[in-house]
């Protein structure tokens, strides 16, 4: 079985409920999600504001959905120390990745696949296609890469980097051009259970303790990028460049066309696709190619 994490804060909701109306929308007549909803909350006073809140908005797909509290998992393996305090007070804005990066830990022992997109996302195919296109797009190893980020991207890769050791991140200098590739929302961040549990055995090896590397976690801890260096260096993961062909591009200000392009040269496509590739342009996406848009929310 194979697992959908969406983090979600109650400021949020009717975005959640949005890509939540979709879900069931697309999917076809009596036929069941062939993976879980996992709603990765806060804390229980938010869990049950959303809980109502989709009761009400989201009847139909209430059956479909689980929660998982990232603060009541904090308290209950780590007690009321540093993580618990860093992550009540949001320290160095951590909450968002560390409220991934905890549940991707708690999940990985119960799950073949799991695939983690922010709310502000809808469907517009049927989802149930979702996890073969990403689990097929996994098993590649690429992670398709552009520059024209700027400095506060190549801060990012930085930070990413750091959880690594003097000559990983030589490596992964080289890897992504002086750290000015940025592979971040060319595709869902997808993760394997068994990649997951030797990633989290490699980072935790690299601190003092297990709580180190939760302490170490901010703002610019992107969880896929530093999962995707992790891979690059130590399994079978390559970041591609595809700077050449589209010049200052980051992933997520790729058009349409462009994406194409990419697909003719690397037979490699996305699962998603920017809302405002499709508002934008004049072309419509092909709802076989792409089963998620993502940045509704975003001009």
Not at 172 to 198: A, N, T
Request: negative net charge; hydrophobic residues 40%; aromatic residues 18%.
């Amino acid at each position: 079985m194979n697992a959908l994490l969406i983090p979600v804060h109650v400021a949020k909701i009717n975005w959640l409920v949005s890509l939540l109306n979709t879900t069931r929308e697309r999917l076809r007549e009596n036929e069941p999600l062939n993976f879980d909803i996992i709603l990765v909350v806060s804390n229980d006073g938010e869990r049950e504001i959303i809980r109502k809140s989709l009761d009400f908005f989201c009847e139909r797909m209430t059956p479909f959905i689980k929660y998982f509290n990232a603060q009541g998992y904090i308290e209950a393996k780590y007690g009321n120390g540093k993580i618990l305090e860093r992550y009540r007070r949001n320290d160095d804005k951590c909450i968002v990745n560390l409220k991934k990066f905890i549940s991707l830990y708690f999940f990985m022992n119960k799950y073949e696949y799991i695939a983690v997109i922010d709310c502000d996302c809808i469907f517009v195919s049927d989802p149930n296609i979702l996890f073969p296109k990403l689990v097929e797009n996994y098993l590649t190893g690429e992670y398709f890469s552009g520059g024209g980020g700027g400095v506060a991207f190549t801060s990012i890769m930085e930070d990413c980097a750091s959880f690594f050791g003097e000559e990983e991140v030589q490596k992964l200098k080289e890897m992504s051009s002086s750290f000015k590739l940025f592979p971040w929302f060319f595709d869902v961040p997808i993760y394997s259970s068994v990649d997951l549990k030797s990633f989290f055995n490699f980072m935790f090896s690299k601190s003092t303790d297990e709580e180190g590397f939760w302490l170490k976690l901010k703002w610019g801890s992107f969880e896929h990028i530093i999962y995707i260096f992790y891979r690059a260096l130590f399994l079978d993961g390559k970041i591609r460049d595809y700077s050449g062909m589209f010049p200052g591009k980051i992933p997520e200000h790729l058009t349409q066309s462009e994406i194409e392009k990419i697909k003719y040269i690397y037979d490699y496509s996305p699962a998603w696709l920017r809302f405002r590739a499709v508002v934008n342009e004049t072309m419509s996406p092909s709802k076989n190619d792409f089963s998620l848009l993502y940045h509704v929310d975003r001009k």
